[in-house]
C-alpha cells in the first residue's frame, strides 16, 4: 500500500530556505508514471497547490511561488524533495507531499508536517 | 491561472439531509475537477475525480456531476461522519484548489 511521510525542520528562521523530503514507500519512483507534488495548508486556512514533478522530471510550479520553489526527485532513495528559499511568516503551514495521477490531480496525500517560520 | 470559487463558505446540516456544493472555475476545465473531504487536523482525502467519478471505497451518497465551469457535490443522506471541510481541485491547467466549504451540524 502506498505512503507518503514528510520530513524536515519544523521551524525555519525568516529570509532563510524551507527543505522537505518526502519518502515514498510502497511504490517506486523510478517505475512510475505519475506526477508527485506539494500542497500546503496555512493555520486555518484553505489548501494551496505548491508544484509537482512528473516521472520524466519536468517540474511545474504554481506561478505566486515560481521564483522561490524547486521540486527534486532522487529516485535511488525513493524521494521527493520541496526547497522555497526567502521564506516569511506567510509560509508558515502545514505542507503535504502528495501522488498524481498522469495528471496533476491529488490521488494520495501525505500525513502532512507542520512548518513554522519564525525567529 | 484559473481561479477556483466554492459556495458556500459555510453549510448548516442536519443528519440525513440531502445536500450540495458549487464550484465555479474562472475558465473551462471540461471535466478535470477532484473533490476532497478534510477533517480536523487530518490530510484531506480524495472522493470524486473527472468531476463525476467515485473513488474507490467512498460511500455511494456521495455524488459529482459538471462540467466546463460549474461543477456541484451532492451528499444525499448526511450521515455524521460527513461533516467535514470539503475543497474542489481543478487540474486542467496546473492545479487549483477552491477555499473551501465547511459543513457543520445544524
Known amino acids: 500500500q502506498l505512503q507518503l511521510k514528510e520530513s524536515g525542520p519544523g521551524l525555519v528562521r525568516p529570509s532563510e530556505t524551507l527543505s522537505l523530503t518526502c519518502t515514498v514507500s510502497?511504490?517506486?519512483?523510478?517505475?512510475?508514471?505519475?506526477?508527485w507534488g506539494w500542497v500546503r495548508q496555512p493555520p486555518g486556512k484553505g489548501l494551496e497547490w505548491i508544484g509537482a514533478i512528473y516521472y520524466t522530471g519536468r517540474t511545474f510550479y504554481n506561478p505566486s511561488l515560481l521564483s522561490r520553489v524547486t521540486i527534486s526527485e532522487d529516485t535511488s532513495r525513493n524521494q521527493f524533495s520541496l526547497t522555497l528559499t526567502s521564506v516569511t511568516a506567510a509560509d508558515t503551514a502545514v505542507y503535504y507531499c502528495a501522488r498524481g495521477g498522469d495528471t496533476m490531480i491529488v490521488v494520495i496525500w501525505g500525513q502532512g508536517t507542520l512548518v513554522s517560520v519564525s525567529s | 491561472d484559473i481561479q477556483m470559487t466554492q459556495s458556500p463558505s459555510t453549510l448548516s446540516a442536519s443528519v440525513g439531509d440531502r445536500v450540495t456544493i458549487t464550484c465555479r472555475a474562472s475558465?473551462?476545465?471540461?471535466?478535470?475537477l477532484a473533490w476532497h473531504q478534510q477533517k480536523p487536523g487530518k490530510a484531506p482525502k480524495l472522493l470524486i475525480y473527472l468531476a463525476s467519478s467515485l473513488e474507490s471505497g467512498v460511500p455511494s451518497r456521495f455524488s459529482g456531476s459538471g462540467s466546463g465551469t460549474e461543477f456541484t457535490l451532492t451528499i444525499s443522506s448526511l450521515q455524521p461522519d460527513d461533516f467535514a471541510t470539503y475543497y474542489c481541485q481543478q487540474y486542467s491547467s496546473f492545479s487549483t484548489f477552491g477555499q473551501g466549504t465547511k459543513l457543520e451540524i445544524k
Open positions: 510502497g511504490e517506486s519512483l523510478s517505475s512510475s508514471t505519475y506526477y
Open positions: 475558465q473551462g476545465i471540461r471535466t478535470r
